[in-house]
């Protein structure tokens, strides 16, 4: 789907700071000083992804002089900071526009760049899916992995968003699979593979390549991919934990404009009636749909967009379910991402090695 928008992006630039506040920026890996420019420089009414785009070139610059002069690890974290810096450059745009396709090429390309100088590297994968192909990033750790975590998105953090996470699984002995899934990141923009789809079949696909470099696969949903994560969990048997990070069971069109038009661009369409249409045809099923697999639920209190009601569907479906909560926690616990990271990543290393140990293995 594509329409015209200006360069300054399409909201007003106090809807862009609260769909990207700093809890968010920092959760996906910009460097604090960045996200304090960006406030300045948005605030004297340069536009959101000019603003954010010179931030990522300044990284990219300080990354080139650091791998010109052999400084491999400084290089590695200055383009990680450039592809977050990009990362938001291309959320001021919510349909896919020339300007959003450029924004997240480049942070693709920063993160390739990264890739080649992580160690160990960084793999891209392309993932055959019906006639076209899904993308993603793998991260192996140095040893045998115990288990392999598929994370994902929803509408707007997709793939190399999650690397801060992919880090706490990565340390803890777990291949990750950064996936960009329909509807999400060049597996749309680029392959054109878009919601309407057979989600719970996609990320099984996943599943399919994270099996091929570990015993055990896991899914790690954020956002409205929570809700891909829970219902690929109860249609494939093979996954064997699951996590769910703020997501409705059952997705409602919400009111909020940013919400709206990102639905439409999964979908392709800005048609209300058939976004919520397909929106019911995704949905986790109560009464149908079951969880084997041990199941843990992450619920913030001061959520806007997702209530513990809205996620009460996973649990009670669950033969083996973890709820945690965090009082004061932003939409996929932004504002305690350390925390909140670290629990999982421990979590899915407890769940893997209890099933390599033969306990609590999927039926």
Known sequence: MTETQTSNGNAPIEALWRAMPVTRMLDCGVDYAD??????????????????????????????????????????????AAAADLLFAQMAFNFDT????????????????????????????????????????LLRPATAPIGAVVVFGGQSGWGAAYL??????????????????????????RNGILLDVDVRAAYSAFVDHALTVAPRAGLWGNSLGGLYAATTAAADARVSAVCVNSAPAQPRLQRFRTFAEQAAAMLGTSDADAIQDNFD????????DRIRCPLLV???EADPIVQLEHQQPFLDAADDATLRVWEDGEHTIYNHARERTAYVADWFAGEFSKQQRGKGSVQ
């Open 35 to 80: 996200a304090l420019t960006m406030q300045r420089r948005t605030a004297e009414g340069i536009a959101w992804d000019e603003a954010a785009e010179a931030l990522a070139e300044a990284q990219l610059e300080r990354a080139r002089t650091a791998e010109r002069g052999g400084h491999r690890v400084s290089a590695f974290e200055a383009y990680r």
């Open 98 to 137: 020339v300007r959003k396709s450029s924004l997240y090429a480049a942070f693709t390309d920063a993160v390739a760049h990264a890739a080649a100088l992580a160690d160990p590297p960084w793999h891209r994968v392309d993932i055959p899916f019906g006639e076209g192909r899904m993308n993603g990033w």
């Open 164 to 189: 801060p996470q992919a880090d706490a699984l990565v340390r803890r002995g777990m291949a990750v699979l950064l996936a960009e899934g329909p509807g999400q990141g060049e597996t749309r923009l």
């Open 281 to 288: 045809r995704i949905a986790f099923r109560p009464g149908v």
């Open 298 to 300: 992450l619920h913030g």
